[in-house]
Structure formats: C-alpha cells, structure tokens
C-alpha cells in the first residue's frame, strides 16, 4: 500500500508561483511512475506531469515550460514547482502514484487528497 500526502497550496496573484510537496510512505519502492494531476472546478481532472516508464517527466502544453517536477529521494517526497501561475491554473492539485512489482503484479494506482491551488486575476 502507499499513502500519499500533498502540501503547499495556496492562494497566490497572477505571475506568481507556489511550490507543492507531496510526501510518499508505505511501500515506496514498489513505486512505479508518480505525477501530478489536477481538477478545477467543474472540470474533468487533468494531467500536469506524468512519468514515463523511462523516468521522464511530460507535461502537457497548457503548463510546459512553467511547471517542473523534482524528487528528494532521501525524503522520499516529490514536488511541483509552479512558476508564472496564471487564473486557469486554479485547481485541486493531486499527487499520483502507480505502485507495481516486487509489491505486486500489475499496477495499482494511488492518489493523495489533494491541495487547493487558487491564482487570483
């Protein structure tokens, strides 16, 4: 099993920027590809950065070369640094996790509970 656990949202102005945490316990070394999603409202929920097999991260244009994702391993926590935030960028961010092999066969996703992102115009 794998809990995940996001922070760092937050109310910020148009230009500005936030960084988001998200901090991985349980069977972290079962873990498969992480990424960020998000859901504003009214909105089906989005992928912001998502790994590949291979470890590199996509995003998608709506947020390339803004948004980049980085890894404390040690600390086992990912994080999303959010540069020149914009209005539409208001969303519930959630942190993703596919947890796969030795744990188990296959893959079994996870996600946190998410954290309020709210850019002001």
């Known amino acids: 099993q794998l809990q995940l656990v996001e922070s760092g949202g937050g109310l910020v102005q148009t230009g500005g920027s936030l960084r988001l945490s998200c901090a991985a316990s349980?069977?972290?070394?079962?873990?498969?590809?992480m990424g960020w999603y998000r859901q504003a409202p009214g909105k089906e929920r989005e992928a912001v950065a998502t790994?590949?097999?291979?470890?590199?991260?996509v995003y998608p244009d709506s947020v390339k070369g803004r948004f980049t994702v980085s890894r404390d391993n040690a600390k086992k926590t990912m994080y999303l640094q959010m540069n020149s935030l914009k209005p539409e960028d208001t969303a519930v961010y959630y942190c993703?996790?596919?947890?796969?092999?030795?744990?188990?066969?296959?893959?079994?996703?996870?996600w946190g509970k998410g954290t309020l992102v709210t850019v002001s115009s």
């Open positions: 993703h996790s596919v947890l796969g092999r030795p744990c188990l066969d296959g893959g079994m996703d996870f």
């Open positions: 349980g069977d972290t070394i079962c873990i498969s590809t």
């Open positions: 790994e590949t097999p291979g470890g590199s991260m």
